[in-house]
Nanobody
Framework: QVQLQESGPGQVKPSQTLFLTCKVSGDSITTNFVAWSWVRQPPGKGLEWVGV???????YYNPSLESRASISRDTSTNQFFLQLSSVTPDDTAVYYC?????????????????WGQGTQVTVSS
């Protein structure tokens, strides 16, 4: 059984950098042809794909967030990370990590089969 668990600060001040961790168990983040995505849901809105890190370490981003987002990974601990810089209140959302069956960029349809429970991030001074 694949399990994902997000962790993060809960609250971040405007202009700061948000850092989230997703710990994966039951699968390796280097499994061929599998990818690992960050997805967020602002209050009252739908899901928004943030970005993905593929099995080979390649990272792709939502064009609307590409200038501020960075996804990295640590294969020794089977974790991947999201950094989002210069946050504003518009970045307030529940952030999820998910296993993504398509290791490509924003031009491919997203398809997730496992999700974490989500972590609330509030941007507020």
């Amino acid at each position: 059984q694949v399990q994902l668990q997000e962790s993060g600060p809960g609250q971040v001040k405007p202009s700061q950098t948000l850092f989230l961790t997703c710990k994966v168990s039951g699968d390796s983040i280097t499994t061929n042809f599998v990818a690992w995505s960050w997805v967020r849901q602002p209050p009252g809105k739908g899901l928004e794909w943030v970005g993905v890190v593929a099995y080979d370490g390649s990272a792709y981003y939502n064009p609307s967030l590409e200038s501020r987002a960075s996804i990295s990974r640590d294969t020794s601990t089977n974790q991947f990370f999201l950094q989002l810089s210069s946050v504003t209140p518009d970045d307030t959302a529940v952030y999820y990590c998910a296993r993504d069956l398509w290791p490509g960029g924003p031009w491919v349809p997203r398809e997730y089969d496992y999700w974490g429970q989500g972590t609330q991030v509030t941007v507020s001074s």
